[in-house]
Nanobody
Framework: VQLQASGGGLVQPGGSLRLSCAAS????????MGWSRQAPGKEREFVAT????????SYVDSVKGRFTISRDRVNKIMYLQMNNLRPEDTATYYC????????????WGQGTLVTVSS
């Protein structure tokens, strides 16, 4: 499985962006997918995850109510809808996937930069 993230850009505070993560390859052994972010000088943090089959979601507290993770299983795309963006959301966002039987997210796409600034 390979992942390709896109959709980042410059947005004003309060604005919205939608990130996409296109997967290629066989998804049959993929249990979870997620979005994480890393701001300059900070550690990477997961912001949202989703189970590939059931669509169950989880969010870090700082994005609850503003971000929505979803997936299109037919087209093998995962999304992150980000609303009411704040300057502190500025980071490089990465998508990743976890295979069944593994504890770690071992498949990563390249990052897409989100900058929230006026």
């Amino acid at each position: 499985v390979q992942l390709q993230a896109s959709g980042g850009g410059l947005v004003q505070p309060g604005g919205s962006l939608r990130l996409s993560c296109a997967a290629s390859g066989n998804m049959i052994n993929i249990n979870n997918m997620g979005w994480s972010r890393q701001a300059p000088g900070k550690e990477r943090e997961f912001v949202a995850t989703i189970t590939w089959t059931g669509g169950y979601t989880s969010y870090v507290d700082s994005v609850k109510g503003r971000f929505t993770i979803s997936r299109d299983r037919v087209n093998k795309i995962m999304y992150l809808q980000m609303n009411n963006l704040r300057p502190e959301d500025t980071a490089t966002y990465y998508c990743s996937a976890r295979r069944s039987g593994r504890s770690d997210y071992g498949i990563w796409g390249q990052g897409t930069l989100v900058t929230v600034s006026s």
